[in-house]
């Protein structure tokens, strides 16, 4: 990775290719019939896909309070997209307006308490 890049980047970059790699992996576990591997796999994904924000926050090493802020607000669209697949997905490729409310709601959630604690913490930290 460029040194130069920046954290944001730095994190979509780890962070996308995490969940592209768990993808395959789910898919190879499933060819194989690894039902424990695919399983853990799948719940990995499941993890991620509402946590892409602070993945995203983590990955890249960032410590700025408005670089943490964009990071949220980059992830945010993207969980909700990915909770929507996931949603069809965990739906055996069908779509289920409940399930897929029920998720777009985990990942809105997940957003709003990540973006209270990036400002809880900016507080604290400013005194």
């Known amino acids: 990775m460029n040194k130069g890049a920046t954290p944001i980047f730095r994190g979509v970059c ?18 194989q019939e690894f039902d424990t591997v695919f399983q853990t796999i799948a719940v990995l994904i499941s993890l991620m896909t509402f946590l892409i924000g602070p993945s995203i926050v983590l990955f890249g090493q960032i410590t700025e309070f408005q670089q943490k802020i964009r990071a949220n607000l980059l992830g945010f669209p993207i969980s909700i997209a990915l909770a929507i697949g996931l949603s069809w997905a ?14 777009v709601f985990v990942a809105v959630g997940v957003h709003f308490q990540h973006r209270q604690l990036i400002f809880q913490k900016h507080a604290e930290k400013m005194g």
């Open 14 to 31: 780890i962070s996308a290719t995490l969940y592209a790699v768990l993808f395959l992996g789910h898919i190879i576990a499933a060819v």
């Open 90 to 103: 965990y739906e055996d490729q069908s779509f289920d307006i409940v399930r897929s409310l029920a998720f």
